[in-house]
């Protein structure tokens, strides 16, 4: 039970499903995980602490976990503009950043795989047997890509190698934000129809970005909740909306001041959102430090209490945004240290 709960806990925002997790961890002892990622620019909160954050969940409940550090997906997408000795650099880079801030985690590069898998490419044509043209394009999100966009060849083939990346390394839990969970719920249709093993889907939360969010019903993107929390997600292509690794305190700060966080507003409110998921996630307790003059300092144990009295605005925006830099500068300096001097350039 006490596996089960770190691993469900948040960030964790959904778990596919959550009896078959329960069953896996009462008859296998080091379950299999990992979550694949895209290499390209700084990593930041959403794309480090909060995944780093969960990762170190399932290294607590005694799961054997991987970072896929996907270059040839990363090519496929055009990120790094497709540039191998930087795509080789980066990988680098995310493969030291996981292993400091996630101590016993393992990483894997894609082309090491495919490398070393004998029926990596046997696999892929079985699979794609059960896929149609139309099908393949519904799965584009999972790249950040969409129907509309002129797209290569290669691309149509990223949803079925992200696929048998899952079955080529012989998984038991697959983990990603819920940005992947279409790929997921995919392998859930067809892995069956081949006899694989279908691996237990954990998604964990997506940190929005610090700006206002994006009103989907006026910019055509579309119109969903999903929608909304990837498009608004915090992201490396939108920098003053996120926080890097490599942020200093004043940078940390100015960043935190500007950002959204309307009075008295709750929902997708991006600074309720840092103490929720990275703050609460790492310390029992958050001191808003105020002049007497407005009542003194407030310490909250619980995320709960802090939204109620924002709610009820008895807690200023701008009190709140000083204590969340505070916080969330904790949290980056050991990761900003480290890389200290050793950050690659990324143009």
């Known amino acids: 039970m006490e596996r089960l709960l770190l691993i469900t806990r948040e960030p964790t925002e959904e778990v596919v499903t959550r009896d078959e997790l329960k069953t896996l961890l009462e008859t296998k002892t080091y379950p299999k995980h990992y979550i694949g990622l895209e290499l390209s620019g700084k990593l930041h909160l959403g ?4 995944t780093g954050f969960k990762i170190n969940d399932f290294i607590k409940a005694q799961i054997h976990t991987t970072v896929f550090l996907a270059d040839w997906h990363t090519y496929i997408n055009n990120k790094l503009s497709g540039n191998w000795d930087k795509i080789k650099e ?8 996981f292993k400091f801030f996630c101590p016993g985690v393992s990483t894997i590069l894609g082309s090491d795989l495919y490398g070393t898998s004998d029926n990596y ?5 079985r699979f ?16 950040g890509r969409s129907e509309r966009e002129s797209l290569d060849f290669s691309q149509l083939l990223y949803p079925i190698m992200q696929s048998i990346d899952i079955r080529a390394l012989d998984l038991d839990i697959v983990h990603a934000g819920m940005d992947q969970r279409k790929i997921h719920m995919l392998i859930r249709e067809i892995f069956p129809k081949l006899g694989w093993k279908v691996p237990v889907s954990v998604h964990h939360h997506l940190l929005p970005g610090l700006s206002e969010p994006v009103n989907l019903s006026l910019s055509g993107v579309g119109d969903t909740a999903d929608d909304l929390k990837i498009s608004s997600k915090m992201s490396k292509s939108k920098p003053t909306s996120g ?3 490599h942020d200093d305190e004043k940078a940390i700060r100015d960043k935190i001041s500007a950002a959204f966080c309307p009075i008295g507003i709750v929902d997708r409110n991006p600074i309720l959102e840092l103490i929720r998921y990275i703050v609460f996630h790492q310390f029992d307790e958050f001191i808003v430090e105020r002049s007497t003059k407005y009542g003194g300092n407030i310490i909250y144990t619980n995320y709960t209490d802090i939204e109620r009295d924002f709610t009820e605005r008895k807690v200023h925006p701008m009190d709140l945004k000083n204590a969340t830099s505070i916080y969330i500068n904790k949290i980056v300096e050991p ?8 950050e690659p350039h990324f143009d």
């Open 47 to 50: 794309s480090l602490i909060v």
């Open 90 to 97: 980066i990988s680098k880079y995310y493969s030291s950043a």
């Open 121 to 125: 490419w046997e696999n892929f044509i």
């Open 128 to 143: 794609s047997k059960h896929m149609n043209i139309s099908r393949i394009m519904r799965s584009l999100t999972i790249m």
């Open 243 to 245: 926080i890097t690794i």
């Open 335 to 342: 990761v900003r240290s480290y890389f200290d001097g050793k």
